[in-house]
């Protein structure tokens, strides 16, 4: 069935580092959404990409859609103790009224 | 405008009871989405309803249910519990009608199984 892939599970990085993630999709995608889960809350979106090759820009965050529309990523630079959390990106199902997730990536500043 | 409720926040029940949760969406959306968020998971879509209309349904067993009613608010309801249920629930609804859409979170219920 249609799955929609993101590594790494976990980061680590240093405060000022700067943080990546992945997401692959088995099927091409309208669209793909990035959310963001604090520690103890809920998914807020963050963004939507719907273009092939789109880059998007919300201050230090940098979000991309693939041009084949099966992969994204978002790219943090110099991380700040805010950006703490879970990110997960989502993608419509074929049926178009359900969003598969991907497994979410940890983002985690090291002390 | 409101953001979206969920009742009630924390629930602990015991196994083989069942439970209810209820979640109002934002004024003016018709779709609520449940979905299960285990430690460490990803978020597990349960169903999606439209006006009063499941719509979609994930790879739960059918001890899973819900509803939604003419106002768009929704309930989920989960027979027979097992441990294995203990998660967070979280509702989400949209605006919009043909596509999934952007989707505002409440802040879930926290359902513990002992």
């Known amino acids: 069935g249609q799955q929609v892939m993101q590594i790494p599970q976990y980061q680590h990085v240093q405060e000022g580092e700067d943080f990546t993630t992945y997401c692959n999709s088995s099927t091409t995608l309208s669209n793909i959404q990035w959310y963001k889960q604090r520690p103890g809350g809920h998914p807020v979106f963050l963004i939507q990409?719907?273009?092939s090759g789109e880059v998007k820009k919300q201050k230090r965050l940098t979000f991309q859609f693939g041009e084949a529309k099966k992969n994204s990523s978002l790219h943090i630079t110099a991380t700040q103790t805010t950006d703490v959390g879970t990110y997960f990106c989502?993608?419509?199902?074929?049926?178009?009224?359900?969003?598969?997730w991907g497994a979410g990536t940890k983002l985690i500043i090291k002390p | 405008k409101a953001g979206v409720t969920q009742t009630p926040r924390y629930l602990i029940k015991t196994r083989g009871q069942q439970v209810t949760l209820s979640c109002s969406p934002i004024?003016?959306?018709?779709?609520v989405s449940w979905y299960q968020q285990t430690p460490g998971q990803g978020l597990q879509f349960l169903f999606e309803y439209f006006s009063e209309t499941q719509r979609n349904k994930g790879n739960f067993p059918g001890r899973f249910s819900g509803r939604q009613f003419s106002n768009s608010r929704s309930e989920m309801n989960v027979s027979t519990l097992e441990l294995g249920d203990s998660a967070l629930y979280l509702c989400?609804?949209?605006?919009?009608?043909?596509?999934?859409?952007?989707?505002?979170f409440g802040p879930g219920t926290r359902l513990t199984v002992l």
């Open positions: 990409l719907v273009k």
């Open positions: 989502a993608g419509p199902k074929d049926s178009n009224y359900q969003l598969i």
């Open positions: 989400a609804s949209s605006s919009r009608l043909t596509d999934p859409g952007e989707q505002f």
């Open positions: 004024s003016g959306h018709r779709s």
